[in-house]
């Protein structure tokens, strides 16, 4: 056991102290007697702020861990927890990490009861969780999250809450899908999504524009967003190990555009006026619903129909990602529009583009 400072308990001498017991292969009982030792006999539990418990045997924390009230950061790493009981609700907590362990959705805290306006870091990768833990979407000042290496099947469309979230860690899981809202974390610098399912991106990623590392690698993505190049920010991007296609162009309109659709582009096109109360209300919600062709020769909007386009565009003067967008017709697949484009290199290019 290490202690940092002076060992006098005297209430003069308030700083940090670290009650160091990692590694030392300690089994749960051990653990419980070294704290209750802490707690009971010297009295002076109230001076840590810092517990490590990594590397060792234990399988549930002590009780006694609750008697120290000015506890900031505690470290269970690499045990054998199989529960992870409320016992901090009286500890100023901002960083918890229990990465390593045997931890299930069932075996957390039913919700995190310790100040949730203190509580920055929660760390429970490489465990067994099977579910993003919803309980952690309380924790609206949450700035780093990492819970990859579980078997999580699924982001929540409230991941929106965590407003705060600076980094957010889910490489290692079983996700497929990558909800909208992921958009709303506007904070967020490190988005890791590594070693998932994931086949595509929504647009709103757009939308993080202070996003400087975005790690897709081992993926079963086959394009971008186009509106990935708006992260001015974005410096490192991971792609490796992903189907990522050659040039190609898929028609998605397999079926003869409705008669509805091709009302909408021509009133469009035309820039016919319809004024409210014209037309019924749902009409001219779809009619406000058009897309523009990204063809700068085209003028022509899409509704329900259109055409997946694969674009290429160069990086670092070296790499081509694969990007999406969409066309009206097969017939504004040109070539000589998207050479131009290619030409003008985008003023904020990605530093660092990993695909091999």
């Known amino acids: 056991m290490e202690c940092y400072t002076s060992d006098s308990c005297d209430s003069d001498s308030r700083e940090q102290k670290t009650l160091d017991l990692s ?39 002590p009780d006694s861990i609750h008697q120290f009230r000015n506890l900031k950061i505690l470290d269970v790493s ?24 045997l931890l ?98 929504p647009p709103s990623i757009a939308n993080l524009k202070q996003l400087r590392s975005l790690l897709l690698h081992r993926n079963r993505l086959k394009t971008l967003p186009t509106q990935i190049i708006k992260l001015k920010c974005l410096n490192e991007l991971s792609l490796r190990d992903n189907p990522l296609v050659v040039r ?41 619903a058009a897309q523009c062709c990204v063809n700068p020769k085209c003028k022509g909007v899409f509704f329900d129909n259109r055409v997946e386009h694969i674009k290429f565009v160069d990086f670092c003067g070296k790499y081509r990602i694969p990007l999406l967008q969409f066309l009206c017709s097969s017939k504004c697949i040109t070539g000589a529009w998207e050479s131009r484009e290619e030409n003008n290199a985008h003023p904020h290019m990605m530093r660092k583009v990993l695909l091999g």
């Not at 030792?37 to 517990?51: A, H, P, R, T």
């Not at 992870?84 to 907590?93: I, N, T």
């Not at 909408?264 to 014209?278: A, F, H, M, V």
Request: some cysteine; glycine content about 4%; proline content about 5%.
């Open 23 to 61: 590694g030392q292969l300690l089994d749960t009982v051990s653990v419980s007697s070294e704290l209750s030792g802490i707690v009971d006999e010297k009295n002076c539990s109230d001076n840590y702020e810092i517990v490590l418990l990594y590397s060792n045997r234990i399988e549930s924390l």
């Open 78 to 101: 690499n045990n054998r927890l199989t529960s992870l009981p409320d016992v901090l609700e009286h500890c100023p907590l901002t960083s918890l990490i229990a990465k390593h362990n």
């Open 104 to 201: 299930t959705n069932e075996s957390l805290p039913k919700c995190f009861t310790v100040d949730r306006n203190t509580l920055r870091e929660v760390n429970f990768s490489g465990n067994r969780l099977n579910a993003f833990p919803e309980q952690v979407l309380e924790l609206a000042s949450l700035r780093y999250l990492y819970i990859g290496g579980n078997n999580i099947t699924n982001i929540p469309k409230d991941i929106w809450k965590l407003s705060s979230l600076q980094i957010l860690s889910l490489g290692g899981n079983q996700i497929c899908d990558v909800p909208e809202s992921v958009g709303h974390l506007t904070s967020l610098q490190a988005l890791v999504l590594s070693d998932n399912l994931i086949e595509q991106l």
């Open 248 to 288: 190609f162009v898929r028609d998605m309109t397999l079926q003869p555009p409705s008669l509805l659709e091709l009302a909408g582009r021509s009133i469009k096109l035309n820039q016919i006026p319809i004024l409210p109360g014209e037309v019924p209300a749902t009409l001219l919600k779809y009619l406000n």
